[in-house]
């Protein structure tokens, strides 16, 4: 009797999952993972042969799974209460804070730092700045779930500094970050800054560059969402967990011409609004990450500024567009062109690095300067 009870519960399971891929159509995106999904695969003799069929016939299986989100985020839930503290390098911290972990880097770290040395002495003419940005890890340890152990990002600052130093200014916000770390300068479910954040970097930019801030009085301040659940959440889904608020400000005054290449067409904004109906909200700054986008303000007519960036720079860079006529703001991830002959080309003044910690310890597109 008890056999065949296992093999009835057996039957039942793989009817309620089979019938479920072939009644409900595939979906393409998952705003719970933030990714595409994949989609059944074409046959062909050759792809069955290389195995490459039955991979993605597998990737296709694991991702269309009926009602796979509720099964995520109900595991999540039974290992939070196995007390489980870290899923997926995500540590539930104290506060309703979901906090990226962080290691000691590898030897991609030093990689990085001697490919940004070699191209700031390869152009000694152009004045060159590099702002990194601690994450939250580092400015709320005490966030962290009791013997969580982090590497220290204050170490990986001395080591920019040590290597980097003499070739490029070094700005570091982290003093700046933890004079506010009572305020909301980091989002509990993303691991970026917020606006707010990125505004006292912005701040403490200008006062080392010797520029005027504008005064966050001056722009118009918008609350654009209550429900963004980050890229933390993403990896790790809870049921419990509180959806963060976002802001955005603008300048009232400011007139932009935004060109994205052949990514998109050009436009007169630096936020895409329309991301506001997707999880990943964080993409309302420019609509994501792109590999060139050049912005062009009435505010100034001073600068061309080369800003080499990752993703922390994407909420920043709209405070700057008000102090530089022009900005060409690239993302190596994607542009892998000869960046020394971009400057030349179009009378690049001033380089701006923008990166946090954990991207500049372990991306691997630095190669591309």
Known sequence: MKDKVHILVFIIFLSFFGLGYLIFPPREFSELENHYLTQFPQFSWKDLSNGTFTETFDSYTADQILAKDLFVQSHVALDRCLGITQINGVFFGKNGYLIQDYQEPDSQLQDNLNHIKTFAQEHPNVEM????????????????????????????????????????????????????????IFYKTDHHWTTLGAYYAYVHFCEDMHMEPTPWEDYTDMHISESFYGSLYSKAPSFTQQADSMELLQNPDGEYVVDYGTERPVGNSMLEMGQLERRDKYAVFFGGNYPLVTIESNQNQGDR????????????????????????????????????????????????FIHNVDFLSTDNNFLWL
Do not use: W
């Open 305 to 352: 500024v080369l800003i080499l960036k990752d993703s922390y720079a994407n909420c920043l860079v709209p405070f700057l567009a008000d102090h530089y006529s022009e900005i060409h703001m690239m993302d190596l991830r994607y542009y892998h062109e000869d960046v020394g002959a971009y400057l030349e080309e179009h009378q690049i003044t001033k380089v701006i």
């Open 129 to 184: 700045t590099f702002l990194i940005a601690p994450n939250a890890s580092e400015i709320y340890p005490e966030y962290l779930p009791a013997f969580a152990e982090t590497a220290s990002q204050a170490e990986v600052i001395r080591q920019v500094r040590a290597n980097l130093e003499g070739d490029l200014r070094i700005i570091d916000v982290t003093d700046t970050l933890r004079e506010h770390k009572e305020e909301e």
